[in-house]
Nanobody
C-alpha cells in the first residue's frame, strides 16, 4: 500500500490560484493523479501523470487552467490550479496506482488503488 499525504486546499475567490501537494511513501507506483468529488456528484478524474515518461492527462474542464507536475526525488505530485471557478469546489483526492492496469488507459479510475484523505477546495463567487 502506498501512503499519500495531501496538503494545500483552502477557500479562495473566483480567479484565484491554489497549489495542492501530495507526498507518497511505501510501495512503488507508476501513476499518480488528482480526483475530485463535489457534493452530490460522483468522483471524477482531474489530472494524471505517468511516472515513467511524464505523460499527462487532463479532464476537459480543467485544461489550460490546471497543471500536474512531479518531483521524482521526493515522490511528490503537485496540482497547480489557476483561474479557479466556483464549479471547481470539491474535495480533491490524490491517488496512485501501479501496473498492471485494470483500465484501458493509464488515467482510468480503476487503475488507482491507493487514495489520500482528501483536501477541501472551495471557490467563492
Amino acid at each position: 500500500q502506498v501512503q499519500l499525504v495531501e496538503s494545500g486546499g483552502g477557500l479562495v475567490q473566483t480567479g484565484a490560484s491554489l497549489r495542492l501537494s501530495c507526498a507518497a511513501s511505501g510501495l512503488t507506483f507508476s501513476i499518480m493523479g488528482w480526483f475530485r468529488q463535489a457534493p452530490g456528484k460522483e468522483r471524477e478524474v482531474v489530472a494524471v501523470v505517468r511516472w515513467s515518461d511524464g505523460s499527462r492527462y487532463y479532464a476537459d474542464s480543467v485544461k489550460g487552467r490546471f497543471t500536474i507536475s512531479r518531483d521524482n526525488a521526493k515522490n511528490t505530485v503537485f496540482l497547480q490550479m489557476n483561474s479557479l471557478k466556483p464549479e471547481d469546489t470539491a474535495v480533491y483526492y490524490c491517488a496512485s496506482g501501479r501496473r498492471p492496469y485494470s483500465g484501458r488507459n493509464f488515467y482510468d479510475t480503476e487503475n488507482f488503488a491507493s487514495w489520500g484523505q482528501g483536501t477541501q477546495v472551495t471557490v467563492s463567487s
